[in-house]
């Protein structure tokens, strides 16, 4: 059934193609989240390990969410790890130690560039392709970003 929803279809289709990416990304940042979870070792094993899946649950959250605003625009959502690698602009990297500052700064790096993506596409939900919703809700996105990489970032001091 088409979407009507006062948003040109070719908009529909130009935002949906930058929330796919969007959602690859949350996708790769979750599983390096779970993978830092269960490998993360080190004197302070329990506190990172908790820390870590406190993390990834709350990016749990945010897949889900993207993932149902691209269909509530009428397009599809990747689901497979094929899709998921193609469509990413971050990286899987194998790490040389499992303690957590590693973890931390990998982890950091990736919201850090989460978030320069979603600043690079904000304004042009809004302007370009005349959708206020999908530019409300990737600063929603934006702010949660800027507080997990905060939480990231203050174990570095």
Same mark, same amino acid.
């Given at each position: ?57 709350? +990016?749990?959250?945010? &897949? $889900?969410?993207? *993932? ?5 625009? %009428?397009?599809?959502?990747?689901? !497979? ?36 993506? +979603?600043?690079?596409? &904000? $304004?042009?939900? *809004? ?5 206020? %919703?999908?530019?409300?809700?990737? !600063? ?18």
């Amino acid at each position: 059934m088409k979407t009507s929803i006062g948003i040109k279809n070719e908009n529909l289709a130009k935002v949906a193609e930058v929330l796919v990416k969007v959602l690859a990304d949350e996708f790769v940042l979750y599983t390096k989240t779970r993978k830092a979870h269960w490998n993360v070792e080190g004197a302070d094993f329990y506190n990172k390990h908790l820390f870590f899946e406190a993390q990834y649950q709350q +990016l749990d959250g945010m &897949i $889900d969410d993207l *993932a149902e605003r691209i269909r509530m625009l %009428g397009h599809y959502a990747p689901a !497979t790890l094929r899709e998921y690698l193609e469509l990413t602009h971050l990286s899987e990297h194998h790490l040389e130690a499992n303690d957590s500052l590693t973890y931390i700064k990998e982890l950091l790096s990736d919201h850090d560039s989460i978030l320069i993506h +979603l600043r690079e596409n &904000i $304004d042009n939900f *809004a302007s370009e392709f005349h959708d206020a %919703g999908t530019s409300d809700y990737i !600063t929603g996105l934006m702010e949660t970003h800027e507080k997990m990489a905060w939480m990231l970032r203050s174990h570095l001091k």
